[in-house]
């Protein structure tokens, strides 16, 4: 932790599991202020009395989902804590299912939480980060952000659309306002058991390669230090990794390499 990071404010959402969760734990054993955004209450608690020091967060319940609601949020964080410095927008939701067996529901699910949500909040806070002259977002996109597979389009395409916008809102508010976005790969969370089927139901298992991921702790800590070090953007994972360089340079190959290993995305399979 760097001189001078304790007392300041991290809003985290998607704060009641999984790389919230963690995130929530590593900055309050380092003096950080929380405050904790998820849709149950009773999961925030279950975090907050968790922490090394509960005594410093505020539990703030929403659905990301109910733009409306994020400028009323911002007044109760400034309310309560006078500042915010740190905004990690990690809500979000996946699914698994084919493009020609989801109902456009899905999808429009998909870019309200994954992308409107995200950009919501951040347009509520980035007026407070500019009077302060400072401020940083960290979005918690994927390598799905960067490159897509079968079965994930919806998914993909919510998290691509955050990097257009983000690495925008970063050339626009240079150099006072830092942007970290963020693309893990495979992280071992419930985030496969969550994601939503075709017809817009939690698929409530968790893929063999999700629970194979990265442990939560470990990717909370990648983060952490990247945004201390003030990354633009990082990516972390297994050999999903490879998918970035393929991309990049041999996009041919990348869908060959895909189509490939159907094993690894065949919906049918993951859902007997």
Same mark, same amino acid.
């Given at each position: ?31 950080? @202020? ?5 849709? @149950? ?58 493009? @020609? ?172």
């Amino acid at each position: 932790m760097k001189s001078g990071e304790t007392g300041k404010l991290v809003w985290i959402t998607g704060a009641s599991s999984g790389i919230g969760e963690a995130l929530a734990r590593w900055y309050s054993k380092r003096g950080w @202020r929380l405050v904790l955004t998820a849709r @149950r209450r009773d999961a925030l608690e279950l975090v907050a009395k968790g922490l090394d020091k509960p005594e410093n967060a505020l539990i703030l319940p929403m659905d990301v989902s109910e733009f409306e609601r994020f400028p009323e949020s911002v007044d109760t964080v400034l309310k309560h804590f006078g500042r915010i410095d740190c905004c990690i927008l990690n809500a979000g939701i996946s699914h698994r299912s084919y493009i @020609r067996e989801t109902r456009f529901e899905v999808f429009k699910k998909l870019i309200d939480v994954n992308y409107l949500g995200t950009v919501a909040h951040a347009v509520a806070v980035l007026p407070e980060f500019r009077k302060a002259g400072a401020g940083h977002f960290v979005v918690i996109s994927s390598m799905m952000g960067k490159f897509s597979s079968p079965g994930r389009a919806g998914y993909s395409g919510s998290k691509h659309a955050l990097h257009g916008f983000f690495d925008g809102l970063r050339m626009e508010e240079h150099p006072n306002i830092k942007v970290t976005l963020v693309c893990p790969g495979f992280v071992s969370t419930d985030v496969s058991a969550n994601a939503l089927t075709g017809e817009g139901k939690p698929k409530g298992t968790v893929d063999s390669t999700t629970a194979k991921g990265v442990p939560v702790d470990k990717a909370a800590k990648i983060i952490a230090r990247a945004v201390s070090k003030g990354k633009r953007e990082i990516a972390f994972g297994g050999i999903e990794k490879t998918g970035l360089w393929l991309k990049r340079f041999f996009p041919s190959m990348l869908d060959k390499v895909v189509l490939s290993s159907k094993k690894n995305w065949d919906i049918d399979r993951e859902e007997k």
